[in-house]
């Protein structure tokens, strides 16, 4: 069942349930506001009856006369008993009234319904005798004014229903519209067309958000799915690249016989394209391996100076560390240990300082190593060709190389790899450069 219908029911069944309670208030307190308001009239006639029966004498004929049609016999079916409280009841009192009249002081009263006839009984004293007066009639009016609300009850119900029931369909009907559009929409958006945006209602409401949410989620999807696209097709053109040296090289050697010279020039080409796809393929599974979602694998606490030499023993298998100029902590600090994996933490070190050596001639590079409101900041420092302003935020991007570095080999992936190992420590990449002035990467890592 839609959502429509399931509100339209939910709140068509409320109200009604609404409506009866109400109703039944109505019915409930105009039928007990009815018989109050007899019995007030009874008490009244039950004064009448004392003073017409019981002071009948005391009074001038004609006011008597006077008395008796104008006041009594007024309500419909009224019966008057004036009684001793000891003397036998009638029949038709006896059920409401044996053994309640005695104990009974001048004044008080007993009220009782006999099904439609109401009846009061009150107890006076007159020449120190006490005497019983009971005055019984049926409410004509109130019986007729309450089956006529009674039907008016029971036939606006229905079409206060079904009134209800079509306001609820309609109201829900229109809330709902912009929904049933966008699902609408969100049916039509695929792979081809990913820019299809859902329609964001004009009020703010919960559909207005959920629309805006699963934008953000498709802004998301697309810049994925386009940066999947780039990053495919160039990861394909640098790997297609030293396998077509790799395959022209071996066809050449093997094309006819050559010197021992021109062979071994073939296989050092061969060699270095396969270093170099070596390389590449490696970074690309060092990227791969950061791009899980999650708690980082082999998370420990490992000590600073362990971070330092680890760092200082990668970087000296590839390059001359006597140009770098390391950070000289104390030993207190060296002592000191940090959440991390060593792994991930150490290859991303190690990239920043090969960036640091491939693009600065100098070699005038500085390693530091401070620690700062609750963070670890890694910093590496050279004096190189720097980096354009304009593309200072796309660096971080895989394969991708800031157009003053292309001269240069390498396949965009090292600052990429660095970003994704300090976010998922939860830190983060801060680099600052300027064409000709060097660069300043900071890695910063909670601790």
């Known amino acids: 069942m839609k ?22 208030v109505i019915f409930y307190y105009s039928r007990d506001f009815h018989r109050k308001e007899f019995y007030d009239r009874l008490s009244a006639r039950v004064d009448l009856t004392e003073k017409f029966f019981l002071e009948e004498s005391r009074l001038p004929a004609d006011l008597a006369l006077q008395v008796r049609e104008q006041f009594l016999l007024k309500l419909s079916e009224e019966k008057e008993w004036l009684l001793s409280p000891n003397s036998p009841l009638p029949d038709s009192l006896a059920p409401f009234l044996a053994g309640k009249i005695a104990g009974l002081q001048p004044g008080d009263e007993i009220q009782f319904l006999d099904e439609r006839r109401h009846g009061l009984a009150r107890i006076y004293e007159l020449d120190g005798r006490h005497h019983l007066i009971v005055v019984t009639a049926v409410d004509e009016f109130g019986h007729t004014k309450l089956a006529n609300l009674k039907k008016i009850l029971l036939f606006s119900l229905p079409f206060s229903l079904i009134l209800v029931g079509l306001i609820g369909w309609f109201s829900t009907r229109r809330a709902l519209m912009p929904l049933e559009r966008n699902i609408s929409r969100a049916r039509e958006i695929t792979a081809s067309n990913l820019g299809t945006r859902l329609e964001l209602p004009p009020q703010r409401d919960e559909i207005h958000d959920f629309a805006s949410i699963i934008n953000d989620l498709l802004d998301r999807l697309q810049g994925a799915f386009e940066f999947q696209k780039k990053f495919i097709s160039n990861a394909s053109h640098e790997i297609r690249n030293p396998l077509t040296v790799i395959a022209g090289e071996a066809e050449i050697a093997l094309s006819a016989d050559r010197p021992a010279a021109d062979y071994r020039q073939s296989i050092e080409t061969i060699a270095y394209e396969a270093e170099r796809l070596h390389h590449l393929v490696n970074s690309l599974l060092s990227l791969a391996r950061t791009g899980g979602e999650g708690e980082l694998p082999d998370k420990e606490d490992i000590a600073l100076a362990d971070i330092l030499n680890e760092v200082r023993n990668e970087v000296s298998k590839k390059h001359d560390t006597e140009w770098i100029t390391w950070p000289e902590p104390d030993t207190e600090m060296l002592a000191r240990k940090l959440s991390c994996n ?45 980096i354009p302003v304009e593309e200072l935020h796309l660096v971080t991007e895989p394969m991708y190389r800031a157009s003053n570095a292309r001269p240069y080999p390498g396949q965009g992936l090292g600052l990429a790899m660095v970003d994704r190992i300090a976010r998922w420590h939860g830190g983060g990449l801060q680099i600052s450069s300027a064409p000709g002035k060097g660069t300043r990467a900071l890695v910063r890592i909670p601790g």
């Open 342 to 386: 060593l792994l991930l933490l150490r290859s991303a070190l190690a990239n920043l300082i090969d960036n640091a050596w491939k693009y600065d001639p100098s070699r005038k590079i500085t390693v530091d190593i401070h620690y700062q409101v609750h963070e670890w900041h890694f910093m590496v420092e050279d004096q190189g060709i720097g």
């Open 3 to 24: 959502i429509r219908h399931r509100l339209s029911l939910l709140f068509t069944a409320s109200v009604t349930v609404v409506m009866l309670l109400l109703y039944f």
